[in-house]
C-alpha cells in the first residue's frame, strides 16, 4: 500500500519558486499628508501627494536636500518606488540614518 503525503498550498508556492519576500513598509508620520517628488528635493516635480495613516515600502535611500519634519532634520531620501521620492524625516523608520541600499 501506498502512502500520500500532502502538501500545504505554501510548500507547492515554495517548490514552485513563487513565494516572494514580504515587503517592509514604513508609517508615514500621522497627521501628514506627504509629498512624493521625482527626485530628492522639493524642487523636484511634484508626482502625487500620500493621503494620510499611509505605509511605504524603501526600495533604496539616497542624499538630497535637507529637511525637517516631525522626525528630524535630515538629507536622506526613500525611494518608495521608481522616480518617487519622499523625505525620510516624515518616514518613522526607526533610525537617523541609512536603514537599506543606497540608490544607484
Same mark, same amino acid.
Given at each position: 500500500? +501506498?502512502?500520500?503525503?500532502? &502538501?500545504?498550498?505554501? +510548500?507547492?508556492?515554495? +517548490?514552485?519558486?513563487?513565494?516572494?519576500?514580504?515587503?517592509?513598509?514604513?508609517? #508615514?508620520?500621522?497627521?501628514?499628508?506627504?509629498?512624493? !517628488?521625482?527626485?530628492?528635493?522639493?524642487?523636484?516635480?511634484?508626482?502625487?501627494?500620500?493621503?494620510?495613516?499611509? !505605509?511605504?515600502? #524603501?526600495?533604496? @535611500? !539616497?542624499?538630497? +536636500?535637507?529637511?525637517?519634519?516631525?522626525?528630524? &532634520? &535630515?538629507?536622506?531620501?526613500?525611494?518608495?518606488?521608481?522616480? @518617487?521620492?519622499?523625505?525620510?524625516?516624515?518616514?518613522?523608520?526607526?533610525?537617523?540614518?541609512? %536603514?537599506? %541600499? %543606497?540608490?544607484?
Amino acid at each position: 500500500m +501506498e502512502e500520500t503525503v500532502g &502538501t500545504t498550498d505554501a +510548500e507547492t508556492a515554495v +517548490e514552485a519558486g513563487t513565494v516572494e519576500a514580504e515587503t517592509v513598509t514604513y508609517p #508615514i508620520a500621522p497627521g501628514y499628508q506627504v509629498n512624493v !517628488r521625482s527626485g530628492p528635493s522639493t524642487t523636484s516635480k511634484l508626482i502625487k501627494v500620500l493621503p494620510y495613516n499611509t !505605509r511605504v515600502p #524603501i526600495r533604496c @535611500q !539616497r542624499r538630497g +536636500e535637507k529637511i525637517s519634519g516631525p522626525y528630524g &532634520t &535630515t538629507d536622506i531620501w526613500d525611494s518608495i518606488a521608481p522616480g @518617487q521620492y519622499v523625505s525620510d524625516a516624515y518616514v518613522k523608520t526607526g533610525s537617523d540614518g541609512f %536603514v537599506t %541600499v %543606497v540608490c544607484g
